[in-house]
């Protein structure tokens, strides 16, 4: 059975910090694609960052480029997502998702990803 299972999400203050972790299990990190993607009430789910860990492979979206780190430790099957200076507009559910496709470019397109976590809430406010 394949799980992706977020954590760290939280309240954090704006120009703070937060590190999302994504726990995969029942598939190879070398095999997929994760891609971090962010969901509020009035916006569709949008991809915020990728990594694909076969070659290293990263990319961002350009509201977070600078101020988001993506990586992995595959000898823990974890994908973290480091989220420095965050702005109010962060704000919103995150969720990890695996790609089995080996079209890097496909990263956005949330219907392209095979499996998904549940998803972990942040809020940025003061």
């Known amino acids: 059975e394949v799980q992706l299972v977020e954590s760290g999400g939280g309240l954090v203050q704006p120009g703070g910090s937060l590190r999302l972790s994504c726990a995969v299990s029942g598939i190879s990190l070398d095999e997929y694609t994760i891609t971090w993607f962010r969901q509020t009430p009035v916006e569709a789910r949008e991809g915020v960052s990728a990594?694909?860990?076969?070659?290293?492979?990263?990319v961002y979206s350009d509201a977070v480029n600078g101020r988001f780190t993506i990586s992995s430790d595959n000898a823990k099957n974890m994908v973290y997502l480091q989220m420095n200076n965050l702005k109010p507009e962060d704000a919103g559910v995150y969720y990890c998702a695996a790609l089995r496709s080996p079209l890097f470019s496909l990263w956005l397109f949330v219907e392209r990803h095979d499996y998904w976590g549940q998803g972990t809430q942040v809020t940025v406010s003061s």
């Open positions: 990594l694909r860990s076969r070659d290293g492979s990263t």
